[in-house]
């Protein structure tokens, strides 16, 4: 059973930055050839979103709310997902998640939708204030 515990959140001015990371264990995924891992975020209120994703060749996605400011990166040896994030706006305030599924791969520009992810995280808030 794949475990994902995420860090890093926060809170901050607008403008700002952080960094989010996200450990895997338990990552039988990494046995089969494709994976991804993706970041969605929860505001209050609001049906979850997503923000960016990464696949097991590199290729990335990103909502267009954050391209440009938030940046997603993994580090396959240490089985970490990462997701640098500047330029924060109070908009971005959420509860932020890490998730992945097998099997998949990540196309630029498509939606990115938290139904095809099996496994999630317990979430790392994440405030910005103006």
């Known amino acids: 059973q794949v475990q994902l515990v995420e860090s890093g959140g926060g809170s901050v001015q607008t403008g700002g930055s952080l960094r989010l990371s996200c450990a895997a264990s338990?990552?039988?995924y990494r046995w089969y050839s494709r994976y991804c891992m993706g970041w969605f975020r929860q505001a209050p209120g609001?049906?979850?979103?997503?923000?960016?994703?990464?696949?097991?060749?590199?290729?990335?996605n990103y909502a267009d709310s954050v391209k440009g400011r938030f940046t997603i990166s993994q580090d396959n040896a240490k089985n970490n997902l990462y997701l640098q994030m500047n330029s924060l706006k109070p908009e971005d305030t959420a509860m932020y998640y890490c998730?992945?599924?097998?099997?998949?791969?990540?196309?630029?520009?498509?939606?990115?939708?938290?139904?095809?992810?099996?496994?999630w995280g317990q979430g790392t808030q994440v405030t910005v204030s103006s």
């Open positions: 998730a992945a599924v097998q099997q998949c791969t990540v196309v630029p520009g498509t939606p990115l939708r938290a139904q095809r992810f099996t496994y």
């Open positions: 338990g990552y039988t």
């Open positions: 609001k049906e979850r979103e997503g923000v960016a994703a990464i696949d097991s060749d590199g290729s990335t």
